[in-house]
C-alpha cells in the first residue's frame, strides 16, 4: 500500500499552489485516473464556518474540470459543468461518501460527530483518503485498510 504525506506547515488554505497539490495528490492516489470516478469533498470544520468554504469549493471545481463526478458536504457547490461530470451538494456526510472512489477531506471539525474509517467504509467504493486538514488518525484509517495520503501525522 502506497502512502505518501505532505507537511501540515506546506498547506496554506488560501494558496493556489495547495489547491493544485490536493488535486494532484487525489490523481496520484487514484492512479491518475480522475475522468468518470467519483470523488467526496469532505470540507466541514472550523475552518469552513463560512458556507463557501474556498479550499474545499475550489478543489471540487478543479476535480470536476478534469472529469470526475464529486460530492460535496461543507462548500457550496457551482453550476454542473456541461457533460458528464458533475459537482453535487451533499446534504450529509454519508451522502456524499456514498459510492465514492476516494474521499478529500480539506477541513473537518474535531469537536463534531468523529468520522471513523469503519462507517466511511460501509459507504464507499474505494479505500482511499486524502487528508489535508490533518483531521484524521493516520494511523487508524491505514490499520482499517485505507490508502492514507496527506497531513494526518497521529
Known amino acids: 500500500m502506497r502512502t505518501s504525506t505532505i507537511d501540515s506547515a506546506d498547506l496554506d488554505p488560501t494558496g493556489l499552489r495547495q489547491r493544485d497539490d490536493v488535486v494532484r495528490l487525489a490523481a ?3 492512479g491518475g485516473r480522475v475522468f468518470g470516478r467519483r470523488i467526496a ?13 474556498p479550499l474545499g469549493s475550489e478543489v471540487a471545481t478543479r476535480l470536476r474540470g478534469l ?3 464529486v460530492a460535496v ?3 457550496v457547490v457551482d453550476a454542473p ?3 458528464g461530470a458533475r459537482s453535487v451538494a451533499a446534504r450529509d456526510r454519508d451522502e456524499a461518501l ?3 472512489d476516494a474521499l478529500v477531506v480539506t477541513a ?11 462507517r466511511a467504509g460501509g459507504l464507499v467504493r474505494g479505500r482511499i483518503v486524502v487528508d489535508v486538514s490533518g483531521a484524521l488518525d493516520a494511523a487508524a484509517w491505514r490499520a482499517a485498510g485505507w490508502q492514507h495520503v496527506g497531513a494526518g501525522s497521529h
Open 28 to 30: 496520484d492516489a487514484l
Open 41 to 53: 469533498v469532505l470540507a466541514r470544520g472550523h475552518a469552513s464556518d463560512d458556507p463557501a468554504h
Open 67 to 69: 472529469g470526475a463526478d
Open 73 to 75: 458536504y461543507g462548500a
Open 81 to 83: 459543468a456541461t457533460g
Open 98 to 100: 456514498r459510492e465514492a
Open 108 to 118: 473537518w471539525d474535531h469537536d463534531g460527530s468523529p468520522l471513523s474509517p469503519e
